[in-house]
């Protein structure tokens, strides 16, 4: 699935134009829907004809950035993890005091 976001039309080099990005590749959708298909323009030698355009899931992300990514997978291994916190004397990382009596010396 992730191959498929990199599966759209190839960059174009254009002199003065966000040089290595897709013609229209910088646009809003006026739609966008997470997840749907597009069309290539082109089917390549691999026969690919469809792609996910990442613009599709911009509102998205950007909704989760307002919220301080309170979601998603990342946000389910930080409530795991403080099930069982590891300390920085199992990890072998000097504590704080330790830390303070260093800059002491």
Same mark, same amino acid.
């Given at each position: 699935?992730?191959?498929?976001?990199?599966?759209? *039309? @190839?960059?174009?080099?254009?002199?003065?134009?966000? =040089?290595?990005? $897709?013609? /229209?590749?910088?646009?809003?959708?006026?739609?966008?829907?997470?997840?749907?298909?597009?069309?290539?323009?082109?089917?390549?030698?691999?026969?690919?004809?469809?792609? *996910? @355009?990442?613009?599709?899931?911009?509102?998205?992300? =950007?909704?989760? $950035?307002? /919220?301080?990514?309170?979601?998603?997978?990342?946000?389910?291994?930080?409530?795991?993890?403080?099930?069982?916190?590891?300390?920085?004397?199992?990890?072998?990382?000097?504590?704080?005091?330790?830390?303070?009596?260093?800059?002491? =010396?």
């Amino acid at each position: 699935i992730i191959g498929m976001f990199f599966d759209a *039309q @190839d960059a174009m080099l254009t002199p003065g134009i966000f =040089e290595g990005v $897709a013609s /229209n590749a910088m646009e809003n959708l006026v739609d966008p829907t997470p997840g749907r298909m597009s069309a290539v323009i082109h089917v390549d030698e691999n026969g690919r004809s469809k792609y *996910q @355009d990442e613009r599709e899931y911009k509102p998205m992300c =950007e909704e989760r $950035a307002l /919220n301080g990514y309170n979601s998603g997978m990342g946000e389910i291994f930080r409530k795991v993890c403080d099930v069982s916190p590891i300390s920085d004397e199992a990890l072998g990382l000097p504590s704080a005091v330790d830390a303070a009596d260093a800059l002491k =010396e």
